[in-house]
């Protein structure tokens, strides 16, 4: 129709097409806001089951209510074996009562953090650093928790290397100090024993009586056994370069194996295992000869009340970036691995961080210097090596050399 000002006004009135055109626009709208809601949610547990780190929900009670497929593939739990049990079933015993304290904190100020360790379907323990914040209903009455709840194992796992590395530098650096002190005083010590030697031979060459003969060849004997001490400590504090020679080490430790046997009680047996590449070296054999010595005595000593196996091998080694990593100490090349290991009580947890140390020892007074792996480590760490260990408690004690290892074409004359 058109009204006095000339303007054309359009009126859409009721027809067959559309019988109900008020209520058919009114559904559209909400066709519409359901379909961008769906899409909205949709969206939202699409970001929440795919966000990088674990998020749940519990109500007041402290049953999980929700959380997202990152929690549920770190635990290795379906979503129904989950939703509907207590947080608690998944924390460790220690960690439960520390989510008891911390809930109520959330509870109450409405933000909480903590540590805790998760417990995953099959036992694996998960180190999580947790961050929780509470949701109130309109009359202050707490609803749930949204929490995250981020995996530390990588982190855990850096801090303790680091703290390794740090004990192993703090190691070698108080041995580096103790071997200086001790090789300064033996090497004073030897002189003096050298010239008390010197007038026991002169002695003994002058008398003809029977008894002071005898006293003299006991002086001797302590003396010669002071002397091989303080060889060691001499040894261990680097006053004894070593005097480099190319060796076969499969040949090398079989010609060794019959010295060991002389040393060694009837219930313990020694096995040998040679590597079948034919690892060759420049080394000190007198040094090495006297690391291995040190070695297999530990090993002998370990078995001594109920018997066993000493299992004495070569190998060849190549150590890739990893081991590089766990080890700073060890570097990338080819070496020759001597291994000595026993089938014993193993070492003490509390004792692995001291064993080389000079000195250190834990035998009855009398029956050990204390010198054997400090002296072994020296030996290595002198021919550009480095000395693993491996042990567990009823199982035995592994020790592992790594000695530089050089071409066979090098090695042979032409």
């Known amino acids: 129709m058109e009204n006095t000002d000339n303007l054309t ?14 209520g058919y626009v009114l ?8 379909k961008k809601l769906r899409q909205s949610e949709e969206k939202y547990r ?33 979503k129904d074996e989950l939703i509907g049990q207590h947080l608690t ?21 409405g933000y909480a953090e903590a540590e805790y360790v998760f417990i995953a379907k099959d036992g694996r323990k998960i180190p999580v650093s947790v961050r929780g914040n509470a949701l109130y209903d309109k009359h202050g009455n707490f609803l749930k928790s949204s929490t995250l709840s981020t995996d530390l194992t990588a982190i855990k796992k850096a801090a303790e290397e680091k703290t390794a590395l740090e004990n192993r530098l703090i190691q070698s650096q108080k041995m580096e100090a103790i071997g200086t002190l001790a ?3 033996a090497h004073d010590f030897n002189n003096i024993l050298t010239g008390i030697l010197s007038y026991v031979q002169l002695a003994e060459m002058k008398t003809s009586e029977p008894y002071v003969k005898k006293a003299l060849k006991q002086i001797f004997n302590l003396s010669q056994k002071a002397s091989d ?18 060796i076969n080490l499969n040949s090398f430790i079989e010609d060794s194996l019959t010295t060991f046997q002389r040393i060694i009680e009837d219930n313990i047996e020694i096995k040998l295992s040679i590597s079948k590449e034919f690892p060759y070296v420049k080394a000190d054999p007198a040094q090495i000869n006297q690391a291995l010595m040190n ?64 000195f250190f020892t834990t035998k009855a007074v009398g029956k050990g210097t204390g010198l054997g792996l400090s002296v072994t480590y020296s030996v290595v760490k002198n021919h550009g090596g480095w000395i693993n260990f491996y042990s567990e408690s009823e199982k035995g004690t592994e020790f592992l050399m ?13």
Do not use: W
């Not at 079933?89 to 100020?109: H, Q």
């Not at 001490?229 to 190319?246: D, N």
């Open 295 to 358: 070695l297999t005595v530990n090993a002998r000593d370990a078995l001594l009340e109920k018997g066993g196996t000493i299992k004495i091998k070569t190998d060849v080694f190549e150590p890739d970036e990893e081991y590089c990593q766990q080890f700073p100490y060890a570097k990338r090349g080819r070496y020759a691995v001597i291994s000595v290991a026993d089938s014993g009580h193993g070492i003490p947890e509390e004792i692995k961080d001291r064993i080389f140390e000079p």
């Open 27 to 34: 559904n559209m709208v909400k066709s519409n806001s359901e």
């Open 89 to 109: 079933t998944i924390l460790s015993p220690e960690s439960r009562e520390v989510f008891e304290e911390r809930f109520n904190v959330l509870k109450k100020i």
């Open 9 to 22: 006004i359009s009126v859409l009135r009721p027809c067959g097409l559309l019988p109900a055109c008020p």
């Open 402 to 414: 790594y000695l530089p290892a050089i071409e066979t074409r090098t090695a042979l004359p032409e």
């Open 229 to 246: 001490l303080i060889k060691q400590i001499l040894l261990m504090g680097r006053k004894f370069p070593p005097v480099f020679t190319v």
């Open 46 to 78: 699409e970001l929440y089951n795919g966000a990088p780190v674990m998020l749940h929900s519990v109500n007041a009670d402290g049953v999980i209510i929700e959380c997202n497929d990152t929690e549920l593939n770190a635990l290795g739990y379906r």
């Open 183 to 185: 090789g300064g005083v």
